[in-house]
C-alpha cells in the first residue's frame, strides 16, 4: 500500500507539472496584452484619427493649419477668412486649375508624369525646385501637415490625399484649397488676399486679380499681386489666357455648378 500511494502521488504531481506546463506563463500573458494595446493605438493614430479629422474637415473649416502658426510666430500676423465656394469668384478656381492642376478633374489625386517632370527639373537644377504636386496633394498638405520637405511628409501627404479625394470630393477640396493657401504674409485665404490687395470680396474678382492671385502662388512671400513686377505680369498673363480654356473645355466642370 505504502509503495502504490507514493506511486500515486507521483503520478499526480507529474501531472499537474505538465499541466502548468501547458498554461501560457504570466509573461506570455503579459507580451500578448502589451501587442494587442499597441496594435490598438497603431490603428487609432494611423486609421481614426486621420479618417477621423478628415471626414470632420468635409463639413467644417478647418480653424488653423501649421503653417498659420508657424507665419504667425514669425510675427507675420494672420489675416484668415474662410468664404463658401460659391462666396468666391468661380474664375479664381478656373484660374488656380489653368496654372496649377490642369487635370484636377480628371485624375484621382495624382499626376504621375507631372511629379515625374518635377523630379528632373530638380536634378538637373537643384537650385531651383519645381513642384509636381496636385492641388488635391497642396490641399491635403495644407490641411493636415507642416510645411517642411522630408519623407515622412510627403508619405503622410499621399495618405491624405487619398482620404480627402475618398471623403470630401473635388469641390470640397477646391473650397479648402482656396481658402487656407497662403497669399502674402499672414495672408489666408481667397477672401483675406481679394480684400488685402483688391478692396473687394472674392466673389469679386475679375480674371485679371484672379490671375495675380494665382501667379504668385509659387512664392507668395516675394511676389505681390498689386504692382507686380515683370516676371509676375507674364505669369498672370499666361494664367488669364489659359482660363479661357479651362472655360471653353469644361475643365473646372467638377467644382463649379
Request: proline letters at 4%.
Given at each position: 500500500m505504502p509503495t502504490h500511494g507514493a506511486g500515486l502521488m507521483t503520478a499526480v504531481t507529474a501531472g499537474r507539472r505538465r499541466a502548468k506546463a501547458a498554461r501560457p506563463g504570466k509573461k506570455a500573458k503579459r507580451r500578448s496584452g502589451v501587442l494587442g494595446r499597441l496594435f490598438v493605438l497603431l490603428f487609432v493614430v494611423a486609421v481614426v484619427l486621420p479618417v477621423g479629422a478628415t471626414l470632420a474637415y468635409r463639413f467644417a473649416p478647418p480653424p488653423i493649419t501649421s503653417l498659420m502658426v508657424l507665419r504667425f510666430f514669425q510675427?507675420?500676423?494672420?489675416?484668415?477668412?474662410?468664404?463658401?465656394?460659391?462666396?468666391?469668384?468661380?474664375?479664381?478656381?478656373?484660374?488656380?486649375?489653368?496654372?496649377?492642376?490642369?487635370?484636377?478633374?480628371?485624375?484621382?489625386?495624382?499626376?504621375?508624369?507631372?511629379?515625374?517632370?518635377?523630379?528632373?527639373?530638380?536634378?538637373?537644377?537643384?537650385?531651383?525646385?519645381r513642384g509636381g504636386s496636385t492641388i488635391s496633394q497642396q490641399t491635403a498638405k495644407n490641411a493636415f501637415l507642416w510645411?517642411?520637405?522630408?519623407?515622412?511628409?510627403?508619405?503622410?501627404?499621399?495618405?491624405?490625399?487619398?482620404?480627402?479625394?475618398?471623403?470630401?470630393?473635388?469641390?470640397?477640396?477646391?473650397?479648402?484649397?482656396?481658402?487656407?493657401?497662403?497669399?502674402?504674409?499672414?495672408?489666408?485665404?481667397?477672401?483675406?488676399?481679394?480684400?488685402?490687395?483688391?478692396?473687394?470680396?472674392?466673389?469679386?474678382?475679375?480674371?485679371?486679380?484672379?490671375?495675380?492671385?494665382?501667379?504668385?502662388?509659387?512664392?507668395?512671400l516675394k511676389w505681390k499681386a498689386v504692382n507686380s513686377g515683370r516676371y509676375v505680369q507674364r505669369r498672370a498673363g499666361t494664367v488669364a489666357e489659359r482660363v479661357g480654356t479651362v472655360r471653353n473645355d469644361g475643365l473646372a466642370g467638377c467644382v463649379l455648378r
Open positions: 510675427g507675420r500676423g494672420m489675416d484668415y477668412r474662410w468664404r463658401g465656394i460659391d462666396d468666391i469668384s468661380p474664375t479664381l478656381a478656373q484660374a488656380a486649375i489653368a496654372s496649377e492642376d490642369a487635370r484636377f478633374c480628371l485624375h484621382h489625386g495624382f499626376e504621375f508624369a507631372a511629379m515625374e517632370k518635377a523630379l528632373e527639373h530638380n536634378e538637373k537644377r537643384p537650385g531651383k525646385i510645411p517642411n520637405r522630408d519623407y515622412a511628409r510627403k508619405g503622410l501627404e499621399a495618405y491624405f490625399t487619398v482620404l480627402t479625394e475618398a471623403l470630401w470630393g473635388k469641390r470640397r477640396i477646391m473650397e479648402v484649397y482656396l481658402n487656407i493657401v497662403e497669399w502674402g504674409s499672414g495672408v489666408y485665404g481667397a477672401e483675406a488676399a481679394s480684400q488685402v490687395y483688391f478692396g473687394h470680396s472674392a466673389k469679386h474678382l475679375t480674371t485679371s486679380e484672379a490671375a495675380h492671385l494665382v501667379a504668385i502662388l509659387p512664392s507668395p
